[in-house]
């Protein structure tokens, strides 16, 4: 009820607050359990591709979210929840995990799950290299893969920045991936890794970010 109240509101006017221009969001499957893999610039990108797309998508959001104490505690949980965000421990010895485990119960329900195969966000502009996190998920679930590309919301709400600015935000939706089958006999670590860098060929082609190839490449910082 809150996600209905919060989603028949909110998406409206951060639309004609700050003009998103949206694409392709023709691919993303009306119903059935899928995967929505984005690359991430900001912290609003979780508040920003479930604004525009045409169904609930659950991301993980830190507990500490969550457990707030006061008006304001209570007001953050609350604009968490109707974001239909579910909160993970992160600091927990088995915290990724956990996270996985949560996105598969979200997706064997059939809802749809986002995730940034990239891990955390790039603090450079640039596209690293995909964790196999977003294959596992896939292939396990069964569930089609739509790739995003999002571009300007590092300046909508920089890394500094408490409150989002004026910006423009285009949020470019991909053509569905599907694995069904695809990767029947090749070893799981193999799958993995192909199938996660064919995501992210796919979002590099929504963005056009320059790539990184290496972890070790990451900021120490990001």
Do not use: C
């Amino acid at each position: 009820m809150l996600y209905q109240v919060l989603h028949t509101v909110v998406p409206p006017v951060a639309r004609v607050v700050w003009r998103p221009t949206v694409e392709g969001v023709e691919h993303v499957p009306m119903s059935g359990p899928v995967l929505i893999a984005s690359n991430h610039l900001s912290f609003a990108d979780s508040v920003v591709i479930p604004v525009v797309a045409p169904r609930k998508v659950v991301f993980l959001a830190k507990e500490d979210y969550f457990t707030g104490s006061g008006v304001k505690g209570w007001l953050t949980k609350t604009w968490f929840e109707g974001l239909g965000m579910v909160p993970v421990d992160r600091g927990d010895a088995r915290s990724a995990i956990d996270s996985l485990d949560i996105a598969l119960d979200v997706l064997r329900r059939g809802d749809a799950f986002g995730i940034y195969p990239e891990g955390t966000r790039s603090r450079d502009g640039r596209l690293y290299r995909g964790r196999t996190g977003v294959a596992q998920l896939a292939l396990t679930a069964g569930a089609p893969v739509v790739p995003v590309g999002l571009i300007g919301t590092e300046d909508l709400q920089p890394v500094d920045a408490s409150w989002p600015r004026l910006a423009k935000v285009t949020v470019r939706f991909g053509e569905p991936i599907d694995f069904t089958g695809r990767f029947d006999g090749v070893p799981p670590g193999r799958a993995r890794r192909e199938a996660t860098d064919e995501i992210m060929d796919a979002i590099h082609a929504l963005t056009g970010q320059e790539r990184v190839a290496a972890y070790n490449e990451r900021p120490a910082d990001a």
